[in-house]
């Protein structure tokens, strides 16, 4: 793993937070911030709709005092809307939540210097270890293949492809981990 220290926050902690993950978002993300979805200003909305959520948590993980990156996520409601937008058909079963069962990891990013040492990794298990929820899902761009084998190594499968109902939203892969912790592998 990583040798950066890892710090946890709850929705309480969001206005002091949330400065940095805007600046990291931006800076991930300088790319595609000209598009609708991928403007900082839409990455605020959903980020204040994710910390709106019952039980929501972030990792943010520091090296030498100056952020490496960071995830977060909460666990997915009984009804959930996740599941919404699914291409595939699956089992009801399979996306059945019971507000214990599954925790979304809505975010995971990490600066350019961090990529390739194991910092997106220590994150996401600071994040998901010891959870009371029994599995992780996430969303990941299909256009991105090594982030997809990334995520496998860790443990993940995919589940289908997912069209979100946001607006202007792109089309995903869902990817499923049980259980929660224990993912092996580590980044490129």
Do not use: Q
Not at 9 to 23: F, K, M, Q, T, Y
Not at 116 to 130: S, W
Not at 157 to 162: A, F
């Amino acid at each position: 793993m990583a040798n950066i220290d890892l710090t946890h926050h709850s929705a309480a902690d969001l206005g002091d937070v949330r400065p940095i993950l805007l600046e990291v978002y931006a800076e991930v993300y300088a790319r595609d911030l000209d598009g609708p979805f991928g403007s900082v200003a839409a990455f605020a909305r959903r980020l204040d709709g994710y910390a709106a959520a019952p039980g929501f948590a972030c990792a943010i993980g520091v090296e030498h005092g100056t952020v490496v990156g960071y995830a977060f996520g909460y666990p997915l409601p009984v009804g959930a809307r996740w599941w919404l937008g699914l291409t595939d058909p699956v089992p009801a079963a399979e996306i059945a939540e019971t507000g214990r069962r599954t925790f979304a990891l809505n975010e995971l990013m990490v600066r350019a210097p961090w990529r390739g040492t194991d910092a997106a990794h220590t994150i996401h298990e600071a994040l998901v270890a010891g959870r009371a929820e029994e599995r992780v899902t996430l969303l990941v761009d299909p256009t991105h293949p090594k982030v997809l084998a990334l995520y496998r190594r860790w443990g993940y499968r995919v589940l289908s492809d997912l069209r979100p109902a946001w607006p202007d939203a792109p089309l995903l892969t869902v990817m499923l981990r049980e259980p929660i912790s224990g993912g092996c592998g580590a980044e490129p």
